[in-house]
């Protein structure tokens, strides 16, 4: 008797199952996705009650590359209604971010010194990894360190395109239900921000996001 891998004997009862269809196949469904708007200085900064977008930094955070943003929703209006809400907490985060980066590496130029007391030690670590001679004298003497102030991103749009609108390649693409384990995929986000009137990004960074397909 012949002997059949057992791979080829996978895919064989794979075959069946669909043929047969006691395997459901699953369509998934990519599109381009961009949230963006402007960043308002923290509130001790403020010095007026509205801001011009043409004046401001402005961010995007984009589903932009390969595998894009992906789910099960045909209809690109249906899913941003279904994810609109999960994306502008997405920028939450980023936001959140700022304060736990070491203040001269912040893409913003606001900071506060607080008491070291009042944070952790990863704080206050990072601080000493790019803290001036200046800064550190004043650690030293005085017991304050400087963290980066938290701006607010308020996002003024979210635009879901199918990927053939933008880059001309496959909207969508099938699987069949074994292939799927948790119906969640994890996305790469790119987040990008742009001073006044300038086309190329000055600072961006990229995550991952986990959301149901």
């Known amino acids: 008797m012949s002997y059949i891998p057992e791979g080829v004997l ?10 047969l ?7 998934i469904y990519m599109y381009v996705v961009r949230v963006s708007g402007i960043v308002l200085p923290p509130k001790e900064f403020r ?4 801001y011009k977008r043409e004046t401001q930094i402005q961010f995007e955070l984009s589903f932009e590359e390969e595998p894009y943003f992906r789910n099960l929703n045909e209809d690109r209006h249906e899913a941003q209604r279904r994810f609109e809400a999960e994306l502008v907490g997405l920028v939450k985060n980023q936001e959140n971010k700022i304060e736990q980066l070491p203040y001269l590496n912040s893409p913003f130029a606001w900071s506060n010194k607080v008491s070291a007391e009042e944070v952790s030690q990863t704080t206050i670590d990072n601080f000493l990894k790019t803290a001036t001679t200046k800064d550190i004298q004043e ?4 017991g ?3 963290v980066p102030a938290k701006p607010e991103f308020i996002v003024q749009a979210v635009s879901f395109a199918p990927v053939s609108v933008e880059t001309g390649g496959a909207d969508s693409f099938e699987v069949t239900e074994d292939k799927i384990k948790t119906f969640e995929a994890i996305d790469t986000f790119i987040f990008k921000l742009y001073r006044p009137n300038e086309d190329e990004e000055y600072r961006s960074w990229s995550g991952e996001f986990l959301h149901a397909l």
């Open 10 to 19: 996978g895919r064989l009862a794979t075959f069946l199952r669909r043929r």
């Open 144 to 146: 304050v360190i400087k």
């Open 47 to 50: 010095k007026k009650t509205s």
């Open 21 to 27: 269809g006691l395997l459901r196949v699953v369509k």
């Open 139 to 142: 650690y030293g003497v005085k």
